[in-house]
């Protein structure tokens, strides 16, 4: 994509993914067959599905980390492909399913390093960087922890730093894989919370497309979901008529019913009768 192009596109914040008939596989396995879709500003897509169904595989094509066996991923109406990386990090922030801290640093220049898109000249950052980066630990009630260093972290705070700095980076659209593994409840919570707010903000709808394996808490936060089952079907759309009994039942190989209790709904394993 030339710069020109590029500028035109980062003039306005909405981002809008699209995939076109397209096919991901492993091995001999078919995980997704003919998917087209769009993902939308102001939407929040949950992908679901059991362990090995391609939800990182999805992501990492969606990310353009990867490529895909069949079909094309465009950002803007652009193709991945031709997105110069420094654009392309300014369009889309990524959280892969774990972090590796290699040497000691604060909670805040981790966060930091992900304003890398928006660095010019010597690289310096900027009053303004230094803004969003305190921003992003507000909004995960991780204020007090910019001074800590990162190594002394436990495996859920160094999840929630690493999803500040996805925030922080600025994107309007966001793809994260597995970004509640390691929370407690609080948190998951909480980072939701704070995600639907991202999404919702007024000033820029944004979009936001992660993977999940609580389908109740999807249910609740995500308005979305891609329900997956690794054989090559594929279900979209409002997350409550794609997460439903039957679908989710379908995927996982085991049998789920929906149960309410005044305005909460929740999807519950079906008891197997004990063996005689």
């Known amino acids: ?55 990182t595989t999805l992501l990492n094509v969606l990310a353009g980390l990867s490529k895909p066996a069949a079909g094309a991923v465009s950002l803007d109406g652009v193709d991945l492909n031709d997105w110069r990386a420094a654009g392309l990090a300014r369009r889309r922030a990524w959280m892969p399913q774990s972090t590796h801290d290699a040497f000691s640093a604060t909670v805040l220049d981790v966060v930091m390093l992900n304003r890398f ?16 980066a305190h921003a992003a630990l507000d909004a995960l009630g991780l204020a007090a922890f910019a001074s800590r260093d990162v190594l002394s972290l436990s495996g859920g705070e160094r999840q929630r730093v690493a999803l500040a700095a996805t925030l922080c980076q600025g994107a309007p659209l966001l793809l994260l894989d597995e970004p509640l593994s390691h929370l407690d409840l609080h948190h998951q919570i909480e980072c939701l919370e704070a995600l639907g707010d991202w999404v919702r903000d007024p000033a820029a709808q944004r979009t936001l497309i992660f993977s999940c394996h609580d389908l109740n808490l999807a249910r609740r936060f995500a308005t979305h979901a891609l329900l997956i089952d690794g054989a090559g079907r594929a279900h979209a759309g409002p997350v409550r008529d794609v997460l439903s009994a039957e679908r989710a039942s379908a995927a996982f190989g085991y049998a789920l019913t929906l149960i309410r209790e005044g305005a909460h709904e929740a999807l519950v394993p079906v008891m197997r009768a004990p063996h005689p």
């Open 1 to 55: 994509m030339d710069a020109a192009a590029e500028v035109a596109v980062n003039a306005k914040l909405r981002a809008s993914l699209h995939v076109s008939a397209l096919a991901l596989r492993a091995g001999g396995r078919t995980l997704i067959d003919d998917l087209t879709l769009t993902f939308s500003p102001g939407e929040a897509w949950c992908i679901a599905g059991p362990n090995g169904a391609g939800k």
């Open 117 to 132: 898109p928006h660095l010019s000249g010597w690289g310096w950052e900027s009053d303004a960087d230094r803004r969003a």
